[in-house]
């Protein structure tokens, strides 16, 4: 269990509201090592996510590191702002429209999103595309167990992604930073893959906001923006959707931003990467192709030129 990451656990930021999490898989007060006396009110549950073999000899980042340096520009655009002001968004109850070509589209609270899903720990690499690397025990479950659950239907192409836009709990939309809603996409394989999850917490606990409660996407093997928090709408599309940062500069944001260290971005070089939390003065890795999952995606983009199509 938690024991193992070997991190200083501070849980300060871990308050959300209400724990969106699996009944089943709610494990009241029991969570071992963690120092659950410290939280108040109902996020004081654990979840007891399967553990998985995903990440296994990577070193998780801590959740103070996790929690503390973010990009959720709806919150703000500096690193600290999302822990700062995320509290601010009411995640309960909340729903998620789906809609386009489906068989059952409708708006879904996050107990049917949850109805019947086990939840797994994934511990992945996670790489921003301004250079810094993390690697983050997420709690979540396949994409594709919810789009099965609703039903793709034939001539669905695309996944389209929308974040909650509510300027009163949102100081950061306020500045036409993007073009709100935060809006992102992938090709249907893509998100069928079973690499891509849903993310509903980190470290055995809830989502804490700034991280994008209480419903995430994550794609391991792409940069971070394409991993899109807090989403109130997921639609089945047959053309490739506009998305939030392609759709602010395509030519340093492709649709696919596939991590490649071998594709500079115009302003930088991606061949390397520093991990968050080892040291200013630290030396930087190489980044890798599809950060790490070359092996589980690369037939994905077989005939594809990854330069041209980033
Ligand atoms: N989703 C929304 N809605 N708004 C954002 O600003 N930032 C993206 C992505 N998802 C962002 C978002 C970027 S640039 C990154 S690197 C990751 O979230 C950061 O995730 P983290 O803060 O959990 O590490």
């Known amino acids: 269990m938690a024991g193992r990451y070997k991190s ?18 709610l494990i009241a007060g029991g969570a071992g090592a963690l120092a659950l006396g410290s939280i108040a009110g109902p996020a004081a549950a654990s979840l007891e996510a399967q553990k998985t073999d995903y990440g296994q000899g990577l ?17 703000g655009t500096d690193k600290a702002d999302p822990r700062r002001n995320a509290h601010m968004l009411t995640t309960d109850p909340w729903s998620v429209e789906i809609d386009g070509l489906v068989d059952n589209p409708g ?30 025990p997420w709690v979540g479950f396949e994409l ?19 974040t909650a836009l509510r300027p009163d709990e949102m100081p950061g939309v306020k500045s036409p930073v993007i073009d709100w809603p935060y809006r992102e996409g992938l090709r249907l394989d893509e998100a069928m893959h079973p690499l891509t999850i849903m993310a509903t917490g980190l470290y055995d606990a809830p989502m804490p906001n700034q991280n994008g409660a209480p419903i995430r996407l994550v794609v391991p093997w792409k940069y971070g923006y ?34 490649n260290p071998e594709r500079d971005h115009p302003r930088w070089s991606q061949r390397f990467e520093r991990r968050v939390g080892s040291g200013l003065f630290s030396k930087q890795e190489p980044t890798l192709m599809f950060n790490g999952y070359e092996d589980e995606v690369a037939n994905l983009y077989q005939d594809m030129d990854l330069i041209e199509f980033h």
């Not at 200083?8 to 898989?25: E, F, G, H, I």
């Not at 959740?63 to 990009?71: D, F, K, Q, V």
């Not at 594709?144 to 929308?162: C, H, I, P, R, T």
Request: glycine residues 4%; hydrophobic residues 35%; contains cysteine.
């Open 144 to 162: 594709s167990d919810l789009l099965n659950k609703v039903g793709v239907q034939a001539g669905a192409n695309y996944v389209a992604f929308e």
């Open 59 to 75: 070193e998780p980042n801590t959740l103070e590191e996790i929690t503390s340096y973010n990009n959720f520009y709806e919150f």
């Open 8 to 25: 200083k656990l501070t849980w300060d930021d871990v308050t959300p509201k209400s724990a969106w999490l699996n009944r089943r898989q």
């Open 107 to 136: 708006s879904y609270s996050m107990e049917d999103i949850l109805d019947g899903v086990t939840l797994e720990e994934r511990i992945y690499r996670f790489r921003c595309v301004e250079r810094w690397s993390m690697v983050i």
């Open 226 to 259: 394409k991993s899109i928090k807090s989403i109130v709408r997921i639609t089945l599309t047959e053309q490739q959707p506009p998305t939030a940062w392609n759709l602010y500069s395509p030519q340093e944001y492709g649709f696919f931003s596939n991590v």
